[in-house]
């Protein structure tokens, strides 16, 4: 797959926004909020320009789910047994008796049956984003190589416009089903560049248009929002009025960022995206995931250590907790993360040996057929001008 490093430095700044919304912007600046649907659109594009290229292969699911683990698990895991140390330091120490579901990624599964969801602790909350891309990683290869490339934007429609519906109707909003429009989009986009990676004049005429979708989805929130509302209250009650405009937020939202994603796409390499080059993004978006992991607990034990000097929180506090936040992700990379993905070498994909079936991901079985027909079609040809020179 084609490196784009500005995709890796928007990464990383949105991990730092993240931070900073969480830190203290949370009631200033409410869209800051909004940089996980950027990470689930850059999630949908590139997980699924992997499939799109590698699916099919022989030994695919395997190579694909053993590299997604050892990218995600392991400093996942390594959170819980430091939560479990600093958790009886806390003044108001977490229930244990969720961990389960934290454990197996099914966090908040209970908002399917519109269960009672079992309070954690609140420095685990943000992990419902990884939850949601632990279930899409599980189930989109399976659609993606099932479906092929013809198909495969049928495929995406329900994972698109399905979740509007399901936040109107009150499912849990951090579910897969009502938040993977994000992932839904950025898989749109990668269907797109396949198809069009040969028509170099078809991706610049395309950049106009991110463009143009990312502007209209920014500034017009105003009036799309309310027109929106407008629609909603001839036809529903006030109270289903809600529900449905947020709804729609959502999916703008989720829209705006695919244009910027596109674009990025589209331009990359080009002078006026330099900046995104910049070696200082580009590292702090290889430890994006560490970052935004980490930044609760880094709060938390910079917290104890606070109270145990008898001060109190100020901004320069919170710098100093971003500054920490950076320094122990570039730690874990270095030490952790790193030396683990080497193992990645022991699951390689390979490459592929097979004719398009169906317009879609080739199937192994057809390529070694198809393999063996062109050397028995060669083989008569040889017995046969072996025949007409005797």
């Not at 389960?100 to 966090?107: E, F, I, K, N, V």
């Not at 674009?263 to 702090?284: F, H, I, M, Q, S």
């Not at 079936?357 to 062109?374: D, I, L, S, T």
Request: glycine share 6%.
């Amino acid at each position: 797959m084609r490196y784009i490093p500005e995709l890796d430095a928007v990464r990383g700044i949105a991990a730092i926004i993240i931070v900073l919304f969480h830190v203290r912007f949370m009631g200033m600046f409410p869209l800051w909020g909004t940089a996980v649907d950027l990470f689930f659109v850059l999630s949908g594009y590139l997980i699924t320009t992997i499939i799109l290229e590698k699916g099919g292969t022989p030994g695919f699911f395997k190579a694909f789910y053993a590299r997604r683990a050892l990218r995600i698990l392991p400093i996942y895991y390594l959170t819980f047994p430091v939560f479990l140390i600093v958790n009886p330091l806390l003044p108001h120490p977490s229930s244990l008796r969720p961990l389960p579901y934290y454990l197996t990624y099914t966090q908040f599964v209970q908002g399917y049956w519109f269960g009672k969801i079992p309070e954690f602790s609140m420095h685990f909350r943000h992990t419902w984003t990884l939850a949601i891309e632990e279930q899409f990683y599980l189930i989109w290869p399976i659609v993606v190589v099932a479906t092929g490339r013809r198909l495969l934007p049928i495929a995406i429609a329900p994972f698109l416009f399905g979740p509007f519906f399901m936040r109107i109707v009150g499912f849990f909003p951090h579910l897969l089903i009502t938040r993977c429009d994000g992932l839904a989009l950025g898989a749109l986009l990668a269907w797109f560049f396949d198809v069009a990676r040969s028509n170099e004049y078809l991706i610049r005429r395309a950049r106009y248009t991110f463009v143009w979708i990312a502007v209209a989805a920014y500034t017009g929130s105003w009036w799309l929002d309310k027109g929106v509302g407008r629609i909603a209250s001839l036809y529903f009650s006030p109270d289903r009025v809600v529900p449905i405009v947020w709804s729609w937020i959502q999916l703008r939202i989720a829209i705006m960022f695919f244009g910027i994603t596109g674009l990025l796409v589209c331009a990359t390499g080009e002078n006026w995206l330099k900046p995104l080059r910049a070696k200082p993004l580009l590292r702090l978006g290889r430890i994006s995931y560490g970052i935004y992991l980490y930044h609760p607990l880094v709060g938390v034990v910079l917290g104890l250590c606070l109270r145990a000097f008898h001060r109190h929180g100020t901004a320069w506090t919170d710098a100093l907790r971003i500054v920490l936040c950076v320094v122990v992700s570039a730690l874990s990379w270095r030490f952790i993360e790193e030396p683990i993905l080497r193992f990645k070498n022991r699951f390689p994909y390979r490459e592929r040996e097979s004719v398009p079936v169906r317009g879609g991901v080739p199937r192994p079985a057809f390529a070694r057929q198809a393999r063996r027909m062109r050397e028995s079609i060669v083989r008569e040809a040889i017995t046969s001008e072996r025949d007409m020179a005797d």
